[in-house]
């Protein structure tokens, strides 16, 4: 192997390797540089959408009544979570409760929650949707409740209502709510939406209870099919992996090629 | 490294057979053959292969550099020999070019033997 070239003086480093000779491809090299890092994040987008997409396919399904996914007294089904269902029954505004810190666009306020007691005699939380504070709310509907909700499984982070006093609470928990209702709860509440009943009575208006409040979206979503959009997440990584070894390509030919730095071995 | 010519040369051939079924077979089936036919969803399913171009690409390219830093081809040449992994067709006709230069330039990389 030959011995190294001796090393040049740093400035005369940059200044041959600066020598507008080089300028085009310094500035090819940069473009693909950069082609490749926005190409790899473009994919790695497209990979997010997929699975997103994926999990919230599930709110696109048609709403079936709420007792067919989840029953008065049963445990809450995983294929549950996320799913459109109809409540119908009557609000019990005596028993709103304001969930407090909920986060919306950054700013912190509280969901309004108004009970609906369905025909079978039993109440399923309501997240009508989301206000600055529970004064900020309008009053709670009254009446006939007829309604399609994203159900959502029961919150259970374990925060104390340490003022029951209030209507205030620390999370949407049925245990929570059990000793203040005085009927039976869901295991479960659902985020209301302004959807149409599928096949309801004359095709008549939801009485959902949202008007006045902010609408959010549902909480809690299936995991994505781990597959899901892999081709995308394995496009990002290939363009990554292009753009690195382009720099090392770059910096190669400039120490060989232009700075003499370092000579490869020479096949015998 | 006497390998390293044969390598480029297994390896243009694959990343050049799995470009043009990708992009001659695969792409055109998925979008140009009638929704929900049996040959559309082959193209569908067999788009699956641009994956495994995009990785025998990137040994292609880490190979043909090595070759390049042998060779001490002139810069636009080896960006040619790099990017013709990803235009269609174009790949076949570089790699006879490589060969023909390899030959003439640096018989001592192209080990005897290797049919032309």
């Known amino acids: ?11 005369v480093s940059v200044r041959r390797a600066l020598a507008p000779a080089y300028w085009l491809t310094h500035l090819l090299m940069v473009v693909a540089v950069v082609a490749c890092v926005l190409l790899g994040r473009w994919q790695l987008g497209v990979w997010h959408d997929h699975r997103s997409d994926d999990a919230a396919q599930v709110t696109h399904e048609p709403a079936v009544p709420l007792d067919q996914v ?8 995983a294929a549950g979570m996320g799913r459109p269902v109809v409540v119908a029954g009557r609000w019990d505004p005596a028993h709103t409760v304001y969930v407090a810190d909920r986060e919306r666009n950054g700013r912190t306020g509280v969901w309004a929650v108004t009970p609906v007691v369905t025909t079978g005699g039993s109440g399923i ?10 004064d900020a709310a309008p009053a709670p509907p009254t009446g006939h409740a007829s309604l399609v909700g994203l159900l959502q499984p029961s919150e259970d982070t374990g925060a104390d209502d340490t003022s029951r006093a209030d209507d205030v609470i620390p999370e949407l928990s049925t245990t929570d709510l059990l000793p203040r ?9 659902v985020v209301a939406t302004d959807r149409l009943i599928p096949g309801g009575i004359d095709g008549s208006e939801p009485i959902s209870g949202t008007g006045g409040l902010e609408p959010i979206g549902p909480q809690h979503l299936p995991g994505a099919d781990a597959t899901s959009g892999l081709r995308n997440l394995l496009y990002a990584f290939q363009w990554w992996v292009f753009g690195a070894f382009a720099i090392f390509m770059w910096w190669r030919w400039l120490e060989e090629d232009v700075l003499g730095r370092r000579r490869s071995p020479r096949p015998r | 490294m ?17 470009l043009a079924f ?18 559309q969803r082959f193209g569908e399913q ?25 060779t001490r081809w002139s810069l636009p040449f080896a960006l040619l020999v790099l ?34």
Do not use: N
């Open chain 2, 46 to 70: 067999a788009s699956i292969m641009w994956v495994a171009h995009g990785w025998v690409f990137i040994i292609y390219v880490v190979v043909s550099f090595l070759l390049w830093r042998q």
């Open chain 1, 1 to 11: 192997m030959p011995p190294d070239a001796p090393s040049l003086p740093a400035s």
């Open chain 2, 22 to 39: 990708c992009s001659l077979v695969a792409m055109p089936l998925k979008y140009l053959a009638t929704d929900g036919s049996g040959l």
């Open chain 1, 70 to 77: 989840l029953g008065p007294d049963a445990a809450f089904p």
């Open chain 2, 83 to 116: 990017v013709s992994g990803l235009i269609p067709l174009v790949i076949f006709y570089v790699e006879r070019v490589v060969t023909r230069r390899i030959r003439e330039e640096h018989p001592e990389l192209a080990p005897a033997g290797v049919t032309p």
């Open chain 2, 2 to 18: 006497s390998k390293l010519f044969p390598a480029y040369r297994v390896l243009a051939i694959i990343v050049g057979v799995l």
């Open chain 1, 181 to 189: 209702a005085p009927y039976d709860l869901y295991g479960g509440y």
């Open chain 1, 125 to 134: 939380p309501v997240v009508r949707g989301w206000a600055t504070s529970p």
